[in-house]
């Protein structure tokens, strides 16, 4: 019997976004389910009463929560093209980099759409000092897991939807080449991958979300 495989997400949303390219990585056929988040599906609220929340990957039947849980249960799931290492130290680490996208980065990046000003600048400021601190783990490797698009730099997808709110709502300068050599080196690398670069909403469209939504009260003074 062919396995049933669905993901229950939103275009715009990084964390489903970060199901459809591990999915895709691992070469697994899938249906997809757009989700209207202020109109909630009763298959949505069936398969995360929990949270109500997308992504959800339902496998058989069995629906599976968040995104990072979701990324750990496709690996274990479909063994060939790990994304997560298999040293037990090492895949350690690339979950606490993953949980520090979500942890760290993440709130500062939806702070930064809604402040402006002074408040704003400080954000930046914020996310700058974090991005310094995952420009020392990146090192010299060309992805955070070696050789090839893992667990981390899935979960790093947060960094473009950040940068295309940068160019949508006209904020500074976030990520530069002058100021982090390694980190934008390893972004042209991650956003030119012939599988993330599918899983990567419309451009055009992304950038007009943001400005519909967030460009009459986040422009800086």
Known sequence: MAEEVKLFGTWASPFSRRIEVALKLKGVQFEYIEENLSNKSPALLKYNP???????LV???KPVAESLVILEYIDETWKHNPI?????YEKAMARF??????DKLWPAATKVVVSKGEEQKAVIEEIQEQLKTLESELKEKKFFG??????????????VFLLVAQEALGLMEILTEE?????HEWYQRLVDDAVFKECVPPRERHLGFFKARFGSSTASK
């Open 146 to 159: 070696g050789e090839s698009l893992g667990f981390v730099d899935i979960a790093a997808n947060i960094i």
């Open 84 to 88: 997560l290492p298999t040293d037990p």
């Open 50 to 56: 929990v949270h109500k929340k997308i992504p959800v």
């Open 59 to 61: 496998h058989n039947g």
């Open 97 to 102: 980099w993953a949980k520090y996208m979500d």
């Open 179 to 183: 100021k982090f050599p390694v980190l």
